[in-house]
């Protein structure tokens, strides 16, 4: 039986006492490498194991006879020092900084095949151990062997959408009386995310996803309203579509945030308030719901999705570069008190680019662009790992 990472919260959650105070969010602390080992496995495989403070955020790379797993929100560490057990693949481990990544970068006596999802564990701490992420490979002897791992995978994404049932709730921001930011030639905010979000809802689907919108239409909701149906749909993952305005008409870019108490910066802050404010048109229903979520969640669980949601992010995030959407200057990964955050669900809002920005606004109106946004938002949750 396959248990996702939400079904695993919930059975946490049925143990655990809740205690009556408010808890606090658990704000996403830097990720620190505790540990580098290889070991030989039956059927000459060999086993790599990176431990880690906290869940690692990661992607693989395959260069010619290497192995490079990128590590988000991590520092290079001298004093860990790689144990590497002899007759392995693995000749050589290092450690390369990467802007706020640690590459950990495996040399090998030949080239592998791109590793597949069975051959890559994420295991809980348990005992003297921390997070640790299991990588199992063999050599991939032949071209011919390639070709074979090209067509499995092929033939993997093929059947995917069967059993792919994770369920992505979809949440375009503003709507109705609520036009969220104008740009200069008019466009407004909640007509652009309304439009990205069908689109996103339509790649989703196709991939195989089961997909819920807040909204459909041009309706207002608040933000409380938008975290509850993310709940009562028992969402896997929450996506809240934005788009941004600066009072500097310069500033563009694409930047993610994930929900913490204390914002990331000031202008996560600023950015936080002037979202939340769109609940202050209507009556606020917030403060029930979230004392209702507060207390269903114990400080560990907040904890379990401020993980996930920050693994997402920074997921999202380099999906966008990638595809070369532009990022807005700055961390792309921030953190604040967004309201509409405020769930079990883990998630990100998306402030996919500035309408105060001219030249933004017109690429944030043209469906290329769009699509191009939406293919790198289905991608990072392709790879978002959904299982324990
Ligand atoms: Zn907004």
Redesign the pocket.
Known sequence: MKISRRDALKITGLSVVVAGMVPRMAFAARNALRSIRTGVQPGDKTRLVIETSTRPSYSLTYPEKQLVVDIANMSADSSVTPKLASGTLVSEISQVQSGDHLQIVAKLRKNIGQLQKSQIMLLEPNGDNDYRLVLDFTAASTSADKIASSVTSSGASSQKPAQNKNIIVIDP??GGKDP??IGRGGTK??DI?LSVARRLKAGLDEAGFKTYMTRSGDKYLKLAERAEFAENRKGDLFI?L???ANPSRSVKGFSIYTLSEKASDEEAKKLAE??NA?DKIGVDGFTEFERDIRAALSSLQQHAVAEMSEEYANGCARAFRSSKVEAQPGPSVRHAPFAVLRSTVPGA?I?LGHLSNASEEKLLKSPDHQNKLVAAIVRSIKNYNFDV
Do not use: D, I, R, Y
Request: glycine share 12%; charged share 25%.
């Open positions: 921001g503003h969220g930011c905010e909640k995310v809240s934005h788009a941004n002037s979202e769109a809002l402030e």
